[in-house]
C-alpha cells in the first residue's frame, strides 16, 4: 500500500490527468527525498527500525497519493461537465454543423478541465491527425466509462452511420441517471464513512487523552521494546482498517 509506485507508462498518464508540472524524474525524486528525509527524521526522534521503514514508506507515498487525489477530483469535474457538453454537440449537430464544429462549439461553452481535452481533439483533428486517433486519444488521457462510451459511439456511427444527435442524447441521460444514483448510493453508505473515520480517530483522541491523565503509564509505549513494537504494528493495523472500510463502502456504478 505504501511506498509502492505506478509503473513509468501509467505514472506518466496520471501526471497528465492530474495537469501538473511534475516530469516522471521529479516525481521519483520528490518521493526519494520526502522518504529519506522522514526517515532521518524518524531515526532521531524515534530510532526502531520498524518506525523508520514504515515513516520513510508513508512519506515517499504523499506525491502518489496527491496526484492519485487531483486525478480523481480532475476526472469528477470532467464527469460533471460531460453531460452538458454532449448536450451542446448534439444540438449543434440537430442545426446542421459537423461533429467537429460541435466538438469546437462545446469547447468553447464548456468549462476547465473539459474545454481543454474538447479543444485539444478539434485542434489534433485540424491539423492533420485522423480523427479517430485524435478522439481515442482523448478517451486514453480521460480514464472515464462515460468518455469511452461517448467515443464508441462516435466511431460506431462514422462506421455505419445513424442518428449521432438522438445516441448523444441518451448517452446523457444515462449519464444524469448514474450521477442520480451515485447521489442515492452517498446517502446509504453514509453510515460506513462516518464509522470508518470514528474508528480511526478514536484510538488517537483515546491515546492523548490518557497520555495528558497519566502520563508515567503512557511513557511505557515509547520506551519499553517490546511496546513500540506493539504500537507499530497497531499504527499498521489501523490504517489498514480505515482504508479496508474505505475500500468496502466505495461502490462504482
Given amino acids: 500500500m505504501f511506498g509502492s509506485q505506478p509503473p513509468p507508462e501509467d505514472r506518466e498518464r496520471s501526471l497528465e490527468q492530474a495537469a501538473v508540472q511534475w516530469t516522471p524524474q521529479s516525481f521519483i525524486m520528490i518521493s526519494v527525498g520526502l522518504a529519506m528525509g522522514a526517515a532521518l527524521v524518524m531515526a532521531v526522534v524515534f530510532p526502531v527500525l520498524p518506525a523508520v521503514l514504515l515513516a520513510a514508506a508513508v512519506a515517499g507515498s504523499l506525491p ?33 454543423h459537423p461533429l467537429s464544429a460541435g466538438l469546437k462549439m ?20 485540424r491539423f492533420g491527425m485522423p480523427f479517430e486517433d485524435a478522439i481515442l486519444g482523448m478517451c486514453d488521457r480521460v480514464n472515464l466509462i462515460d468518455v469511452r462510451i461517448l ?25 444524469r441517471q448514474r450521477f442520480t444514483i451515485r447521489r442515492q448510493l452517498r446517502v446509504y453508505t453514509a ?15 483515546v491515546g492523548s487523552a490518557l497520555f495528558f491523565i497519566n502520563r508515567p503509564y503512557m511513557i511505557t509505549l515509547f520506551f519499553d521494546p517490546i511496546a513500540r513494537y506493539f504500537l507499530i504494528l497497531a499504527v499498521i493495523l489501523q490504517i489498514l482498517g480505515y482504508f479496508w472500510i474505505r475500500k468496502i463502502v466505495d461502490i462504482e456504478i
Avoid: C, W
Fill in 151 to 175: 467515443v464508441t459511439a462516435i466511431l460506431v456511427q462514422r462506421d455505419v452511420g445513424g442518428n449521432l444527435a438522438e445516441v448523444l442524447d441518451k448517452i446523457s441521460y444515462v449519464i
Fill in 191 to 205: 453510515q460506513g464513512r462516518f464509522s470508518g473515520i470514528v474508528l480511526a480517530l478514536l484510538p488517537i483522541a
Fill in 106 to 125: 462545446a469547447s468553447e461553452e464548456t468549462p476547465e478541465p473539459l474545454s481543454g481535452e474538447l479543444r485539444r481533439v478539434f485542434e489534433e483533428q
Fill in 64 to 96: 502518489y497519493f496527491h496526484i492519485r487525489r487531483k486525478v480523481k477530483r480532475r476526472l469528477a469535474a470532467l464527469e460533471e461537465q460531460l453531460p452538458e457538453a454532449i448536450d451542446l454537440i448534439g444540438r449543434a449537430m440537430r442545426a446542421g
